[in-house]
């Protein structure tokens, strides 16, 4: 199954919550109607699994894994000490593109994907090229030295110089180190993790 490559602010406008990040969204801006020529007519009240459903296709949108990938972090957050739904969100927080789109290195994570599929990005000094890695406490995440004279990387650094990290990592410059896993109140995404839960528990 090939990656999705249709219209940008489609899966936004489905879910009503600007998945992709930008101000600039028709979500945001104009509170545009979900796709389809009969959108705008009234819906009959969901059932609970539609919201459940909805509610984990969100957050694979947000997140940009499909479900295959998706089912199997959520395997692997059952057998964590953590509540589930918290130890999924953990995960997905921790990935590398994630993570570089946290730190500011990139303006979406679709952005963030691409440098690290390109190459372009490096932990502990180590070139690593799968966006899925789950970064650790301690990891330094860094832009090659390439990546760092990109005109657009230059733009963005000055466009974020005064914005703040989530408290978990650290950033100067265009190196970021993670200094702690992720909590519950730092990821600041619309999501109630407990309907994902609901959803693969039926």
């Not at 894994?65 to 739904?85: H, M, N, P």
Request: aromatic fraction near 8%.
């Amino acid at each position: 199954m090939a990656r999705y490559t249709g219209p940008k602010h489609r899966f936004c406008r489905t879910e009503g919550v600007a998945l992709c990040g930008s101000p600039k969204c028709p979500v945001v801006k104009r509170n545009a109607a979900p796709p389809g020529q009969h959108a705008v007519k009234r819906r009959k009240k969901s059932s609970e699994y539609a919201i459940q459903l909805r509610e984990k296709q969100k957050v694979k949108r947000i997140y940009k894994v499909f479900e295959r990938q998706f089912k199997k972090y959520f395997d692997i957050a059952s057998r964590k000490k953590l509540a589930t739904g918290e130890a999924l969100l953990m995960i997905l927080e921790t990935r590398l593109d994630n993570v570089v789109y946290k730190l500011n290195l990139a303006k979406t994570r679709e952005q963030a994907r691409q440098l690290v599929s390109h190459g372009h990005i490096k932990v502990n000094d180590h070139k690593v090229t799968v966006p899925s890695y789950n970064v650790k406490i301690g990891d330094v995440i860094s832009l090659s030295a390439k990546a760092s004279n990109f005109d657009f990387i230059k733009e963005l650094s000055e466009e974020t110089k005064d914005l703040k990290v989530p408290s978990w990592l650290v950033k100067k410059a265009v190196v970021g180190k993670v200094i702690s896993v992720p909590k519950r109140e730092d990821i600041d995404a619309p999501i109630d993790e407990r309907l994902i839960v609901e959803y693969y528990s039926r």
